[in-house]
């Protein structure tokens, strides 16, 4: 259970059984199916002309953002990142130089989300499982809105990763065994009443990261032709959301295909 009941709509239902989010839970998973949620609707995109000239990162995309009108939007200066063009044979490549958030990734855009979602309900404690940067990401912000985070990581772990996670005072949990056991271990926490704070799972974030798009197509003055990112977790992918959001004519229903890894592929969005 949470604190306090959330006073608007999340604009987030179950991808399997429809059912909304429920107001006055934080459940990383639909309760009532196990399935995982996703946008209820479009957000609602201001194009740059219509925002404070004044604000700058995420705090310009407010509007757009789910977060509670009278919550605040725990921030450590994240996005605004520049967009680099490079000249590559005959092409000029554009480089998002997402390396430039707070904690060195482009987590931070969701997690500065979750995590103002977490303390807008008055959450002070919250578990992650991370191997790394949406670990940092989240022991960083929940300092900023003064949550007491635990994270728990594989012991096999980046020894910097582990140490910049505890430097923003998180509790480090280290888990003996693959990637899958920290996972398995934060859920059993979460099974005993802990807040969940999935970089992965909990909707909250996504809007975050779909800024990516919203910055990107602001700095070319729209969408680009194509975009090529890694990938590691189902957030990284459901940002190209914002291209929807930011220029609906520019996707198109034509797919290709990602690196195939463990002997599978994946689809990715292509643009016009």
């Given at each position: 259970m949470i604190p306090g009941r959330r006073p608007e709509p999340w604009p987030y239902c179950c991808t399997g059984c429809g059912r909304p989010y429920p107001d006055d839970l934080l459940p990383y998973c639909c309760p009532a199916c196990g399935g995982v949620y996703d946008f209820s609707g479009p957000l609602v995109y201001q194009n740059p002309e219509s925002m404070l000239p004044d604000r700058r990162g995420l705090a310009r995309f407010r509007s757009a953002l789910p977060i509670a009108s009278a919550a605040p939007l725990i921030s450590l200066g994240e996005g605004g990142t520049p967009l680099l063009p490079v000249q590559v044979g005959s092409r000029v490549l554009h480089f998002k130089c997402e390396h430039l958030n707070p904690t060195g990734s482009y987590k931070d855009r969701g997690t500065a989300i979750l995590v103002s979602a977490l303390s807008s309900v008055g959450v002070t404690e919250a578990v992650e499982d991370s191997s790394g940067n949406a670990g940092a990401s989240f022991a960083a912000y929940a300092?900023?809105?003064?949550?007491?985070?635990?994270?728990f990581v594989p012991s096999s772990a980046s020894g910097a990763k582990r140490s910049q996670i505890e430097a923003y005072g998180a509790e480090l949990v280290l888990i003996d065994g693959p990637r899958?056991?920290?996972?398995?271990?934060?859920?059993?926490?979460?099974e005993g009443g802990a807040v969940y704070a999935s970089h992965a799972y909990m909707p909250q974030g996504m809007a975050g990261v779909a800024t990516i798009a919203y910055e990107i197509v602001e700095q070319l003055g729209g969408a680009p032709g194509a975009?090529?990112?890694?990938?590691?977790?189902?957030?990284?992918?459901?940002g190209q959301r914002g291209f929807e959001f930011a220029s609906p004519s520019a996707v198109t229903p034509c797919w290709t295909r990602s690196r195939p890894q463990a002997g599978r592929s994946s689809p990715s969005p292509k643009m016009n």
């Open positions: 300092a900023r809105a003064r949550i007491r985070a635990r994270v899958s056991a920290a996972s398995n271990a934060v859920r059993l926490a979460a975009v090529i990112a890694p990938v590691g977790c189902r957030k990284a992918r459901r």
